[in-house]
């Protein structure tokens, strides 16, 4: 069994968020699929195998975290795709079958792919009692991020706050489903981005994700909003760091980047 992994929304090795990626004949069991992810340790790791041809989608994908197997990722997603396009496994925009319905990732001619997902429903909600406490700073606006998504992202005063955290990863989880997306506006928008992000997804089993997709198709609607712009570049900014570019499209958010295989081996066991 062949096993890259590939650092995604980065042009640069370690840097972006790491995936593993391993493309199959099948989908073994799902203990098998779950002592894998466990292994490679990274936030997500991704399954595919191909589908027949004359369907709606052109590979069936699954992600899962070190602990669970999860609706949604746009990283793995778009790593996914690097690798059917840099070994010629697959030619051209590629249609995914996934928890989360039918997502395409379009190669550019700059070598850059771009994701199409589904734009998250933001509802804007009461700041939780105690979520300040828990995550070390005070929100300005709070907004649950519909099912798919499964976070609560909470709008902070400026760029600095969002760099300066150190929460409370335990005490995080008992705020929604998945974890919280911490954001605010670019505090110097001339430097390439408009607007700053980090991610905690205690519930999930990853205290921080380095760049994670699904929170820009949230992202982009809020601050597309806000900035009154419909494209728009978000900096997640982790210790690894990453940047997506992302278009809202109504319904529907286009996620860009890039990607950089790091590792390519085989699973022995």
Not at 218 to 235: F, I, K, N, Q, V
Request: hydrophobic residues 45%; negative net charge.
């Amino acid at each position: 069994m062949r096993i890259r992994i590939v650092d995604a929304f980065t042009d640069r090795p370690f840097a972006g968020n790491p995936a593993g990626v391993l493309l199959l004949d099948a989908f073994p069991e799902d203990d098998r699929l779950q002592d894998i992810a466990m292994e490679v340790n990274h936030a997500e790791t991704a399954f595919a195998h191909r589908l027949p041809e004359g369907g709606s989608a052109d590979w069936a994908l699954r992600w899962f975290t070190p602990v669970t197997e999860v609706a949604m990722c746009g990283h793995a997603t778009l790593a996914t795709a690097h690798v059917l396009h840099t070994t010629g496994a697959h030619e051209g925009p590629v249609r995914f079958a996934t928890r989360s319905g039918v997502l395409i990732a379009a190669p550019g001619a700059d070598g850059s792919i771009t994701l199409d997902f589904p734009t998250a429903p933001l509802t804007p909600v009461e700041v939780p009692a105690g979520v300040a406490e828990a995550l070390g700073a005070e929100p300005v606006a709070a907004f649950d991020t519909g099912p798919q998504v499964g976070d609560l992202l909470l709008e902070l005063a400026d760029e600095k706050t969002v760099l300066d955290l150190a929460p409370d990863h335990k005490a995080l989880a008992a705020y929604s489903a998945r974890g919280i997306i911490a954001t605010a506006r670019a505090a110097h928008p001339d430097r390439g981005h408009d607007f700053v992000s980090r991610c905690f997804f205690p519930n999930v089993g990853i205290d921080e994700d380095p760049v994670t997709g699904s929170a820009h198709t949230a992202l982009a609607p809020h601050w597309s909003a806000r900035l009154r712009r419909s494209a728009l570049t978000g900096l997640q900014a982790s210790a690894r760091s990453g940047v997506v570019r992302t278009v809202l499209r109504g319904e529907r958010t286009l996620l860009t980047g890039r990607a950089v295989t790091v590792i390519d081996g085989e699973l022995l066991a």
